[in-house]
């Protein structure tokens, strides 16, 4: 079955799928403490959803050790090979898991890990010629190697497992479609129904806010990520919760965005100042934010750029980046396919002279 997008607004569509939450749901049971550990939804007071963390703890205890150790390896935090296919879905408009599945037993290896090597890892580089590479990389060990050393952040422990990848790419997909497929019949089959009750009146409500509020409510979704001039496809998640996923397709000029069906509340304006101003001047007591701070002084970095100046990991980077931008330390501008981060000290200096002076009226 076809998804078909709903435009919103000249250049923005909304798209329903059932798999967005298919895959959404196996990374929330894996990396869930990592949701949890979302400093813009706790500045904001937001109560995680009780249902989902009860789900993940349940469905937990009943998954065999076996299946588990693949969605560890699958959709981990720093890897996330499974989400990589969020792209693939909006692109092929795929609405149901049935047909999603078939279409991953179609594709290649190399198609798949082309997929992963262009979303979420600053390598816009390779975006263009994405499969080309990934047919390089999988006949030659030495490349792959190097290609994940030099140009992928992430723990060193993990750069193993990723390895694994490329040396093994059939033997993965077909362990990744044997999760697939367990995890559909054992686990999804019948959740499809319900999170479609639950995520029916938010997509209704973003809709509604994007045609009353335009290119404002749209910078609110993309976290200032907005170009009139590119099309920006939303999917809408319920396991995402207060989170956000997004990737690009190069040549088309298109954003796609994955939002938690309460990620529009973490950038609602906030009424409680005070509170407000005491998660800000948090945000700014960390030594690694306080280090992207300093580096960005010297001048506007991409994503990978300063992952790689820092020696830590994407989804490191990415975590402590958007407490700054929530913030307005910094802010972002696309150029070209790359998010640059920038620094300005005026605007720092009089926000903090401004929370000061209001938490003293």
Excluded at 140 to 166: G, R, V
Excluded at 203 to 209: A, C, M, S, T, V
Excluded at 344 to 354: G, H, P, R
């Amino acid at each position: 079955m076809e998804a078909i997008p709903i435009k919103i607004i000249d250049n923005v569509e909304i798209i329903h799928s059932d798999v967005f939450d298919f895959l959404a749901s196996i990374f929330r049971l894996n990396c869930n403490e990592k949701f949890l550990r979302n400093d813009v939804a706790k500045s904001k007071k937001l109560k995680f959803n009780e249902d989902i963390i009860n789900w993940v703890k349940n469905t937990r205890e009943k998954i065999p050790e076996e299946i588990y150790k693949r969605i560890r390896m699958f959709f981990d935090w720093e890897t996330f090979y499974g989400m990589c296919l969020f792209k693939f879905i909006i692109e092929n408009k795929t609405e149901d898991i049935p047909t999603f599945l078939n279409n991953v037993k179609k594709m290649t290896s190399s198609k798949i890990l082309s997929c992963f090597i262009s979303t979420g890892y600053n390598l816009e580089e390779y975006e263009k010629d994405s499969i080309q590479i990934t047919e390089k990389l999988i006949t030659d060990e030495k490349e792959a190697i190097d290609f994940i050393n030099n140009k992928i952040c992430i723990p060193s422990d993990k750069k193993w497992e990723l390895l694994q990848f490329f040396i093994n790419p059939d033997k993965m997909k077909d362990e990744f479609l044997q999760l697939l497929d367990w995890y559909y019949k054992n686990v999804y089959i019948d959740m499809p129904k319900f999170i479609n009750t639950k995520l029916e009146k938010y997509e209704k409500l973003i809709i509604k806010n994007i045609k009353r509020y335009g290119k404002e409510y749209v910078k609110i979704l993309t976290n200032g990520d907005y170009d009139r001039l590119q099309q920006n496809v939303f999917g809408i998640s319920y396991f995402y919760e207060a989170a956000s996923l997004r990737s690009y397709m190069v040549g088309k000029n298109t954003s796609y965005y994955l939002i938690g069906y309460k990620y529009q509340d973490c950038f609602l304006e906030d009424k409680h100042s005070i509170l407000s101003n005491v998660q800000m001047f948090k945000s700014i007591g960390d030594e690694t934010r306080l280090n992207i701070i300093k580096l960005l002084n010297e001048r506007p970095y991409y994503g990978k750029e300063i992952a790689q100046k820092l020696k830590l990991s994407n989804s490191t980077i990415s975590y402590h980046l958007n407490a700054l931008t929530y913030n307005k330390f910094i802010k972002e501008s696309k150029v070209e396919n790359r998010i640059y981060y920038t620094f300005n000290s005026e605007n720092m200096k009089q926000i903090i002279c401004d929370a000061i002076d209001k938490m003293l009226e």
